[in-house]
């Protein structure tokens, strides 16, 4: 226990993982900001779904300069976005619960979706995407 301990703090308790933090704040207000002007196009559902891939080019650039110090590419990008596939899929499910059958407001499902997953997508990004 005290091993998962350690090896928690010295992932999470870091500069690196705060500023992974703030752009993910970042990241989570223009997905909801995105999702909320594309839902005047298309459906809530759809509108979410596009939202979320145009924050996510904003995220990659992002987390490249200023968490990873990585220069962005082509090959990066793709596992930048593989390694986001487990939170779409979570926000997704969170996005059809609260808007589709509790009948939340819309930005209510896309602000209660974009703050699941972070440690888990952060441990992807750090292990896998921009694995040194």
């Known amino acids: 226990m005290n091993n998962l ?4 703090r010295k992932i999470f308790l870091t ?3 705060l500023i992974f933090v703030l ?3 970042t990241n989570t207000l223009s997905c909801i ?7 005047g196009l298309m459906g809530a559902n759809t509108a979410f779904s596009s939202g979320y891939l145009s924050s996510l080019i904003i995220s990659y650039f992002l987390n ?5 110090k990585k220069n962005p590419c082509l090959p990066g990008f793709l596992k930048f976005f593989v390694s986001y596939m487990p939170n779409f899929a ?3 499910v969170f996005v059809f619960i609260i808007y589709n059958l509790l009948k939340l407001h ?3 499902a896309f602000s209660s979706a974009a703050i699941i997953g ?10 896998f995407a921009f694995k040194k």
Do not use: E, H, R
């Open 5 to 8: 301990l350690y090896n928690a």
């Open 15 to 17: 500069p690196q993982f």
């Open 23 to 25: 752009i993910g704040i």
């Open 33 to 39: 900001l995105l999702s909320g002007l594309y839902s």
């Open 64 to 68: 490249c300069f200023l968490t990873f």
């Open 90 to 92: 979570i926000q997704s």
């Open 106 to 108: 819309k930005l209510i």
């Open 118 to 127: 972070v440690p888990l997508t952060f441990v992807l990004m750090k292990y």
